[in-house]
Every structure is written in C-alpha cells, then in structure tokens.
C-alpha cells in the first residue's frame, strides 16, 4: 500500500480503501463535520460509522460538504443490537440512510453477533438480519455486506447457511490482542479483517517497547500501529478530532517496519482493550 486511496478487494470485486477514518465517540455537533471533513481533506476516502455513535447526522453533513464526490467515497454503517432480525434490520438500515442523507451505502454491518448464553435462538436472529443485509444487497442499496466482532463459533453457522459470505468482518485489532483464530478464518474465506481500535483505546502510545519501535523510524506510536495494522493485511480504522493527529495517521507510507520487528510487535502480550468479548455483552 503506497497511499491512504490504494485498496483491498472485496470478494464481490468491489474495492475497499485501505484506511478508513473511524467516528466512535465523535460528536454529533460541529466538532463532528469538521474532524470527518478534515479527515477527507486529508485523503481519507474511508468512512466508517454506526447508527449506535450517534452522530451519522454530522457525518452526513460532512460527507455532503466536503467537496468530494460521493463515488470517490466509501461510507460504511452498521445495525446495533437492538435492531436485529429482518425486519427490524431493514427499518434500521432506512433510518441510517436518511440520518447520512445517503441514497447507498458501500458497507453495511451486522455491529456485534446474537452470541449463545446471551439470547435464545442467538443463529436463528443473526440469520435473519443476514436475510436482511443480503435483501439491501440485492436490491442495490448496499454495495457490499459483512459483519463485526464475529468470532469463529458465530460465523461457521452463518456462513454455512448464507446465500451471500460476509465480505468483511470488523473486530478489535491491535498489538496484544491480534484475534488469530478469527483473522485465519476470515483470510482463508477471502474476507477482509478491519481492525476498530487500531491504537488499543489508545493503551498503545504509552507503551515503552512500542515508543522504542516507533523512535527507530522516525513515528508515533499511532503511525506505527497504523502501518504494522497494513503490513499485516489488516485494514487499519485509526479516529481522531485533532486535526494535527488526524493528519498524522495518514504519513505511514514512507517507511516499512522490518520483518524483526513485526516480529517483535507480533508477539507482544496482551497490554491493553476494551475488554469487550461478544459473549458477554450486556447491551
């Protein structure tokens, strides 16, 4: 990858750019156009956001405003917990549509699994909001589908009864917590892996061995993150309403980290996350 416009390849053919500009916690307010509006000035053609952040209204704005055209972007959505199963699925999907005032969407996400322990009927209710992703597919309204903070034990049942595979699935990527199991399934089916919390909640940037890593190269420790994210096939979600910072993520294509020290990065303990499992949700 050479530039923040270089992409991956769904498995529909459809291209995904390579980063995409992350918008959790971003206000819905004025604070919200301008970080998502100094982010496309900036390069990023990559837009992921989620009905449960509150804030597509702004980033609508935003994307309406920027001065970009709407074909040179790649806008993505994701249906919260309480709106999954068909019909619900597809209310949800309206309402996104008309908060970004958007007549498409590139990606569409299933955001967590229906998880076993959790609910009752936990495959029967992720089916049906992937009967429900696949209809908006078919019907044009979505360009590609996919799901987030799928683990293996929640996609096999899926994908084995899907007319349509995911295309992407989005889970929590970072030094420490790398989810090998998931990112092995999802290469072997050809779907792309995009990383939400590349920076680890931003646990990372205080880490010594990684601000050691970072200083041989002349980076952040974001940056670092970022490019070791890209070098590892995985499509890095970096967010930010600094605009120094948000300009900073994007300067990672003039440097490559040595296969040492992925090495080292790679085997990193677990340092810091969330600490979200998608068994154990209590929303």
């Not at 900036?42 to 209204?57: K, L, Q, S, T």
């Not at 589908?145 to 899926?158: A, D």
Request: glycine fraction near 8%; aromatic fraction near 10%; charged fraction near 20%.
């Amino acid at each position: 990858m050479k530039s923040l416009t270089d992409s991956y390849t769904l498995n529909n053919g459809y291209k995904i750019p390579c980063i995409g500009f992350g918008t959790y916690q971003i206000p819905d307010d004025d604070i919200g156009i301008s970080s998502v509006h100094t982010a496309i000035i900036n390069g990023y053609r990559h837009i992921d956001a989620a009905a449960v952040y509150g804030n597509e209204r702004s980033i609508g704005k935003a994307i309406r405003n920027c001065g970009v055209d709407r074909k040179q972007l790649f806008i993505t959505s994701k249906v919260w917990n309480t709106e999954r199963g068909f019909d619900k699925t597809l209310a949800a999907f309206k309402q996104t549509l008309e908060d970004l005032q958007l007549d498409y969407l590139d990606l569409y996400l299933v955001h967590w699994p229906a998880a076993k322990g959790i609910l009752s009927e936990w495959q029967r209710i992720n089916l049906e909001t992937w009967r429900a992703m696949e209809h908006l597919y078919k019907e044009g309204f979505i360009r590609t589908i996919g799901v987030s903070n799928f683990l293996p034990h929640h996609l096999i049942p899926l994908m084995d009864q899907a007319n349509i595979q995911p295309m992407v699935n989005q889970i929590e990527y970072h030094p420490g917590q790398m989810q090998i199991e998931t990112v092995e399934l999802c290469k072997k089916h050809h779907m792309i892996v995009e990383a939400w919390s590349p920076l680890g909640t931003g646990k990372m940037l205080s880490n010594p061995q990684l601000k050691d890593i970072a200083e041989k190269y002349g980076k952040s420790v974001a940056q670092l993150c970022i490019r070791w994210c890209l070098q590892n096939d995985i499509l890095p979600l970096p967010k930010s309403v600094t605009s120094s910072r948000i300009k900073e993520n994007t300067e990672i294509f003039d440097f490559i980290i040595s296969g040492e020290d992925m090495s080292v990065i790679n085997s990193m303990p677990y340092i810091g996350g969330s600490g979200l499992h998608p068994d154990n949700l209590d929303f």
